[in-house]
T-cell receptor
Framework: DSGVTQTPKHLITATGQRVTLRCSPR?????VYWYQQSLDQGLQFLIQ???????AKGNILERFSAQQFPDLHSELNLSSLELGDSALYFCATARGDSQETQYFGPGTRLLVL | LAKTTQPISMDSYEGQEVNITCSHNNIATNDYITWYQQFPSQGPRFIIQGYKTKVTNEVASLFIPADRKSSTLSLPRVSLSDTAVYYC?????????????FGAGTRLAVHP
């Protein structure tokens, strides 16, 4: 158990819908990273927040957005969902904003029908 | 855009030493190299991190040559439970922020 929690564990929705994934970091971690992993694909970095501010951006679609709240939990919002958005979404947290070890949550499995 | 390159897959047998190499030609001066292990449907788990030369912990060793353009993860005496995907991670500085790039991953299969 990494100490990082993600909810929900599973999510089934329809195309065109909007969902919100939640990540609670380990105690003391200020950075939250979001990753997408499609079937048989590697991990794709989406975005990083550090202490409430956006810190780094990867290949995140415009339909996706994220934020980190004052209590340091983070939410990833996925809108206008498409079949291709079906994937595992992981968050990872770390103490600082770079180079530190990232601790991954168990992931949210999203299925878009 | 720089990226890392790893072998797609490797096979080994129980008790053997496994070495997985990652190429990262454009690694920045202040970047570290980190390796993660991932089992199916689980989040990646940290294995080891290093900056240069050699780092060893209870599960693996990491060898980094002087030019830092590659790194090698060494798993001594693998067991069936080491069957997993192994990712190499380097940070890439761009515009003042660190972009994180995972390698494609190496799928290691350990056979009895």
């Amino acid at each position: 158990d990494s100490g990082v929690t993600q909810t929900p564990k599973h999510l089934i929705t329809a195309t065109g819908q909007r969902v919100t994934l939640r990540c609670s970091p380990r105690s003391g971690d200020l950075s939250v990273y979001w990753y997408q992993q499609s079937l048989d694909q590697g991990l794709q970095f989406l975005i990083q927040y550090y202490n409430g501010e956006e810190r780094a951006k990867g290949n995140i679609l415009e339909r996706f957005s994220a934020q980190q709240f004052p209590d340091l939990h983070s939410e990833l919002n996925l809108s206008s969902l498409e079949l291709g958005d079906s994937a595992l979404y992981f968050c990872a947290t770390a103490r600082g904003d770079s180079q530190e070890t990232q601790y991954f949550g168990p992931g949210t499995r999203l299925l878009v029908l | 855009l720089a990226k890392t390159t790893q072998p797609i897959s490797m096979d080994s047998y129980e008790g053997q030493e496994v070495n997985i190499t990652c190429s990262h030609n454009n690694i920045a001066t202040n970047d570290y190299i980190t390796w993660y292990q991932q089992f199916p449907s689980q989040g990646p788990r940290f294995i080891i991190q290093g900056y240069k030369t050699k780092v060893t912990n209870e599960v693996a060793s990491l060898f980094i040559p002087a030019d830092r353009k590659s790194s090698t993860l060494s798993l001594p005496r693998v067991s069936l439970s080491d069957t997993a995907v192994y990712y190499c991670l380097v940070g890439e500085s761009s515009g003042g922020y660190n972009k994180l790039i995972f390698g494609a991953g190496t799928r290691l299969a350990v056979h009895p």
